[in-house]
């Protein structure tokens, strides 16, 4: 901690989900502190409760939810009125989700919901709300705005929808922006585009952001540090270039070899043998050593926790390189 | 503009449905046994005189040029006169379409002014207690047919309590409210457990969409989400039902307008099939059909205020 307090802290995040067949552990012990206008990537497979963990902040996970702390510009969520944490959603905190075709209200036009959502933020009138929201979808790139703004969601392309999408996350003027796997419903052209106009906005309004994807590739090029997420844990944190020259996990080293143009010409990929686990039946040793070439009995009992707060760290009991 | 042109056009569109629906009824009541002239007379008339009788009435012509004549007649207002009654058709009808109207319009209000808070309670609680009790409620109304539910009323309200009218229809338009409350009432004990489970169901997919949790994720409040994305994008199917019900009514509530002594077509309806009144069956099957054109209309124009892409979409 080096005197400011951070924007997020989160301290061993559980969410639970209980189903007919059990309790399913989507997030176990999960920590993690990020500063104001930083950019973190969260990658991992999915079902590895990227999206659960993003939902949890928000407190809208639909499964129990469990912190040690939980705390957003220094005040505890966990402690929040239901009313105080509505009020952190879209003002505080915004969302961007994986697929913009779902993410609009289809019998309403784009520009209703952007005047709704300009004027639950800022209490401007129709008028106000409206000049709003022309600026917002300006703002995100979208041509003639004013003329396109009374357009229904299914008048508008997947791309562009992202871009509305963002520009509602926008409206309230978030400090942290979550973005939820936003370009994977995108066509390769347009995820360039998307990531670009995210890295814009972050660079523009100073806010932080968190980008979710299971490729390392947009993580790559978007953000400052990055998490890897497995089975609901955190199993590392790096900066981008620690994460590419020296991953510590064994996860991370086969999640590095599985990506395309990490094997060099004429080679073949090199996918990580086994299944991804079972979040029914997760004991208390790592979930990635069954998977794990460097696994040792130790393994399958315990695992370490992970430091939120430093530079690089991995939850390994055998990582690839000594890095502390 | 364009949803007048929308309305014309599907006006227009209505003409086959019914000449469909004449020629069928006009070629079905052909091959129902029977002969209204014997029943009306008790067969006390000879073969000669029943001749001369179909000859006056034009009954004795091909078939093809009978269907034709109404036709024609028909599009001028003139749907013939009934062989029993002594009288034009259309006076009859006129005479007896109010009452039905009143009726189908008062069950049909009551209807959605209890579904629709007791279907938005419910599903903002599902499986609750309510919810429960909602839907137990509904299957106890929906499972007592009709004239039983009529009668409980009139002995409740009209008898005991001696709140409200038992029979007939009213005078003046404040009359016709009063006497169409406990018959509207007895349309919404079956009609308003269809609509609460529909629009119920249709509540609950609503509310899982995902835009819904992108209008949480805005900040939007939750009764806001609810009232204004939930519940529009629920009404198109129940809107649905709601028409297919009403549509039905207009020819299934003769038990309901005979329980409350209610001077309406389904009991002239009754009457006409009875005596083999040709010419007045013909007439009110024009009738049942032109009101079910006109729910259906109405219906779907009311899509294009629930949802209005729909208007939008029109060429």
Known sequence: MNGASPLLEIEDLSVVFHTRSGPVLANDGVSLTLRAGETLGIVGESGSGKSVFCRAILGLAKGEVRARRMAFDGRDIAAMSRSEKQALRGRGIAMVFQSPMSSLDPVWTIGDQLVETVRHHKGLDRAGARRAAIALLDRVGIQSAARRLDDYPHQWSGGMLQRAVIALALAGEPRLMLADEPTTALDVTIQDQILALLTELQRETGMALVLVSHDLGVIAETVDRVAVMYAGRIVETASVRHLFERPAHPYTVGLLGSMVGAAGQGERLRPIPGQPPDLHHLGTGCAFAPRCSRAGDDCHRAVPRIDPAAAHDAACLFPMEAER | ?315
């Open chain 2, 1 to 315: 503009m364009k949803a007048l042109r929308y309305i014309l056009l599907r006006l227009l569109g209505t003409l086959p449905v019914l000449i469909g629906v004449t020629l069928f009824t006009f070629l079905a009541i052909q091959f129902v046994p029977g002969d209204p002239v014997r029943i009306m007379t008790h067969g006390r008339l000879g073969d000669a005189e029943v001749e001369a009788i179909y000859e006056r009435l034009g009954m004795n012509r091909p078939l093809a040029v009978q269907y034709g004549s109404f036709l024609v007649n028909a599009a001028t207002g003139d749907l013939g006169e009934s062989i029993i009654q002594n009288a034009p058709v259309a006076d009859l009808v006129a005479e007896k379409v109010t009452p039905t109207l009143w009726l189908l319009g008062m069950g049909t209000l009551l209807s959605v002014l209890i579904a629709l808070p007791l279907a938005l309670f419910a599903a903002a609680r599902p499986d609750s207690a309510f919810d429960h009790a909602v839907r137990a409620a509904g299957m106890l109304g929906f499972a007592m047919p009709p004239f039983w539910i009529g009668l409980l009323l009139i002995v409740t309200f009209g008898l005991e309590l001696g709140w409200l009218p038992i029979s007939g229809f009213g005078a003046g338009w404040w009359g016709h409210v009063v006497h169409m409350i406990l018959p509207g009432l007895t349309i919404a004990f079956f009609l308003a457990p269809i609509l609460v489970q529909s629009l119920r169901a249709s509540l609950l997919d609503a509310l899982a969409a995902d835009h819904i949790e992108v209008a949480r994720a805005r900040g939007i409040p939750e009764w806001r989400i609810y009232l204004k994305h939930a519940l529009r994008n629920a009404l198109l199917p129940t809107l649905t039902v709601l028409a297919v019900n009403v549509s039905w009514l207009v020819s299934g509530a003769v038990v309901i307008e005979s329980v409350f002594a209610l001077p309406g077509l389904g009991s002239l309806l009754v009457r006409s099939v009875g005596y083999r009144d040709y010419p007045l069956i013909q007439g009110l099957a024009l009738v049942f059909a032109v009101i079910v054109v006109a729910i259906n209309l109405v219906a779907d124009l009311s899509y294009g205020l629930v949802d209005r892409r729909v208007l939008r979409k029109l060429p």
